[in-house]
């Protein structure tokens, strides 16, 4: 029986929406700047560190329980609280309140994907805009032949093909979340 390679070093992800109170846009104009520009140099350090990629994104005027999100991927929950404590002792982050976070790790899949390997170290950011899906599945997909759900899933990821310019990852979700994957497109066109 041939031997499988060892599965690769897993990665934590973290999807983290943050509401910026209200009081803080009354601050002097002075202060404020400065208050992202210490929250900047925060997340700077850490992507120059090399412990964790973070791709930033303002949600700004798009939901009303979150003004931005940060995609944090790193290797152990540790490094993830290790930031999350740094970034919220800034100024800055005195003013935030976190309104969702999704938790998830990257590992193979049990079902063929073709040209996705979901346990491949990411690749994410660089594209203007991440759609975020929670993605579960009901009792009645685990009751079907495991052969059903490979050709359900087949036909699934064969719909990207039309879209080339989208970035798939597929993720599993660890934690109290309701949802068991997190499905992220990137590209840089929304449509």
Not at 62 to 74: G, N, P, S, Y
Not at 162 to 183: A, K, N, W
Request: charged share 25%; proline share 4%.
């Amino acid at each position: 029986m041939p031997q499988r390679s060892p599965e690769p070093r897993r990665q934590v992800v973290n999807f983290a929406f943050f509401k910026v109170a209200s009081e803080w846009r009354r601050l002097p104009a002075a202060e404020r700047a400065e208050q992202r520009r210490e929250f900047s140099e925060l997340i700077q350090r850490w992507r120059q560190s090399e412990e964790m990629v973070i791709t930033s994104y303002s949600l700004a005027g798009l939901r009303a329980e979150a003004d931005m999100m940060l995609w944090r991927v790193c290797y152990s929950l540790e490094c993830l609280q290790e930031f999350q404590a740094e970034l919220m002792a800034t100024a800055l982050g005195t003013y935030l309140s976190l309104s969702r976070s999704y938790l998830a790790t990257t590992r193979h899949s049990q079902y063929r994907i073709g040209g996705y390997d979901t346990a491949q170290a990411l690749r994410c950011g660089g594209a203007k805009y991440a759609s975020i899906l929670p993605f579960g599945k009901s009792r009645q997909w685990y009751q079907l032949p495991f052969e059903e759900r490979q050709r359900i899933v087949t036909a699934y990821i064969r719909n990207f093909d039309d879209f080339p310019r989208v970035r798939l990852h597929t993720l599993y979700s660890l934690g109290l979340d309701d949802q068991e994957f997190m499905i992220v497109m990137e590209s840089d066109e929304l449509a």
